[in-house]
């Protein structure tokens, strides 16, 4: 969209105000709003300055100046405000030279797309991100120096059969696992996420179903596929619809990967794919109707997950979702056939649909950081030609213990992930799509929530150690 035709849409549409918002380091949507008498065709050339120090991970209180500036491609009219509100996403700059900051989150993934085009590899990637979420009735929790304790509630939950209730319990709800896919009134979300997904279409998305999960409590929504930035756009929209409308129906959603014990976790696989000249270069007669393209592709996924595992599971919570022995996607192995591994080949007639599917990240991503870290790890592959081996047509939970000790597994600890993220991030390096400078401030916001929750006890030691 050009200036003229945002100047005009808001005029159209009687604007009152422009939301300007860019994402932080930890993946979390920040935002200014201005008057729409602020607003003209010089704002959109010239930028918007603010106060970089107040973001942590970013500037020093000495240096604090930064700019936002406005991509036109992205304006959407919000549909929570009561003022009608225009929104844009934006990148941030240096305000003195006009460079892209390095630590944007959103800079990163349009360099991450420039790269591409500049291996020659190709000239467009396409991603589609699957983010689970869970709603909850009531969440509370405590961190003091006396008392470290949660409680979280869902009316739907399996553990409230015999729940009482001023009006009676209706009993119609999921057993425990049982969510994946029953009609209400059983599902008791249809109607708040058919909800979602309708505001999310409104307001520019494109969108394809929506459908209860495994948990209880535990919600998806479907996203048609896109490009790099602005998939991670629509991703950062996706979350902030759900949390939105969530909360005018009373509800809380959270996309934290393991909000609670016994229970599947949120996880967010995210399909990848590699076209030019109007192609799809994954397409081919290797393994599973693959390129060999792809299969490199994989391969660079592969050798370099416990790095990415940084960026694609940022959480300490992160690694309560991925623990060896359960249905998780921990093994550092591909498949077309089954999910136990931590890449698969989903089955697909056309070749315009082949794409590859990482399965081990998770929504607590920041998704810029997220996609480019992959795409450029699946790029390595390519230019390297990093074999993924054979593949894993087998069940690989039910593998004997000789045989699955033999195959890799993702990082179990944020420590751990980032302890691999500084061995090995040369390959985020190429092209300058990453820097080491953002690389080590992210660490360092990483390493404080590491230190945080190693720090703190935790209720079941109390449960274990207490009386020893």
């Known amino acids: 969209m050009k200036v003229a035709d945002?100047?005009?849409l808001m005029q159209d549409e009687e604007v009152e105000y422009v939301d300007v918002r860019f994402t932080d380091p930890k993946g979390k949507l920040q935002h200014v709003t201005l008057i729409k008498d602020e607003i003209d065709e010089d704002f959109f050339e010239d930028g918007f300055m603010f106060d970089g120090s107040s973001i942590a991970g970013w500037?020093?209180?000495?240096?604090?100046?930064?700019?936002l500036m406005p991509d036109t491609s992205s304006v959407y009219l919000d549909p929570f405000y009561a003022e009608k509100t225009l929104c844009v996403h934006c990148n941030v700059v240096e305000p003195d030279t006009g460079e892209p900051y390095a630590r944007d989150p959103r800079g990163t993934a349009v360099k991450a797309e420039a790269y591409l085009k500049s291996t020659g590899i190709g000239d467009v990637s396409f991603w589609g991100p699957e983010a689970e979420f869970f709603l909850f009735d009531d969440v509370r929790y405590s961190v003091t120096p006396h008392k470290v304790a949660y409680q979280i509630d869902a009316a739907d939950a399996a553990w409230n059969t015999d729940a009482e209730y001023e009006m009676g319990n209706t009993a119609h709800r999921a057993g425990h696992k049982g969510g994946y896919f029953p009609v209400n009134p059983i599902d008791a979300g249809q109607d708040i996420r058919g909800e979602m997904l309708s505001t999310m279409k409104r307001i520019g998305m494109k969108v394809d179903k929506h459908h209860h999960e495994v948990a209880s409590a535990q919600h998806e929504l479907g996203l048609v596929f896109g490009e790099l930035t602005e998939q991670a756009d629509h991703l950062q929209k996706y979350k902030y619809v759900i949390h939105n409308v969530a909360h005018a129906y009373g509800k809380s959603a959270t996309f934290m990967p393991k909000p609670m014990k016994g229970d599947n976790g949120s996880g967010m696989h995210v399909n990848m794919s590699?076209?030019?000249?109007g192609k799809p270069i994954f397409a081919g007669d290797k393994y599973a109707d693959l390129s060999q393209e792809a299969l490199w592709f994989i391969g660079g996924i592969l050798k370099h997950a416990k790095a990415l595992n940084a960026l694609t599971n940022p959480s300490t919570n992160s690694y309560k979702r991925l623990i060896p022995g359960f249905e998780a996607p921990v093994l550092r192995a591909y498949s077309a056939r089954n999910r136990s591994g931590c890449v698969r080949i989903p089955w697909t007639e056309s070749p315009k649909a082949k794409r590859v599917e990482a399965r081990f990240p998770d929504p607590?991503?920041?998704?810029?950081?997220?996609?480019?870290?992959?795409?450029?790890?699946?790029?390595?592959g390519i230019k390297n030609k990093i074999d993924p081996g054979p593949a894993s047509d087998k069940d690989l939970y039910d593998l004997?213990?000789?045989e699955l000790a033999e195959i890799p597994?993702?990082?179990?600890?944020?420590?751990?992930?980032?302890?691999?993220?500084?061995?090995?991030?040369?390959?985020?390096?190429?092209?300058?799509?990453?820097?080491?400078?953002?690389?080590?401030?992210?660490?360092?916001?990483k390493w404080e929530e590491v230190y945080a929750y190693e720090h703190t006890p935790h209720p079941v030691e109390y449960q274990m150690y207490y009386s020893v």
Not at 59 to 67: A, F, L, P
Not at 274 to 277: Q, T
Request: aromatic content about 8%; hydrophobic content about 45%; charged content about 30%.
């Open 409 to 445: 597994t993702v990082c179990g600890s944020l420590r751990e992930a980032l302890e691999e993220l500084e061995k090995d991030m040369d390959f985020l390096l190429q092209g300058d799509v990453f820097t080491r400078d953002q690389l080590e401030g992210y660490m360092a916001l």
């Open 364 to 380: 607590a991503a920041n998704p810029y950081l997220c996609f480019a870290a992959l795409l450029m790890a699946g790029l390595d």
């Open 274 to 277: 590699i076209w030019k000249d």
């Open 400 to 402: 004997p213990p000789e």
């Open 59 to 67: 500037k020093s209180i000495d240096q604090s100046d930064m700019k």
């Open 6 to 8: 945002v100047i005009k």
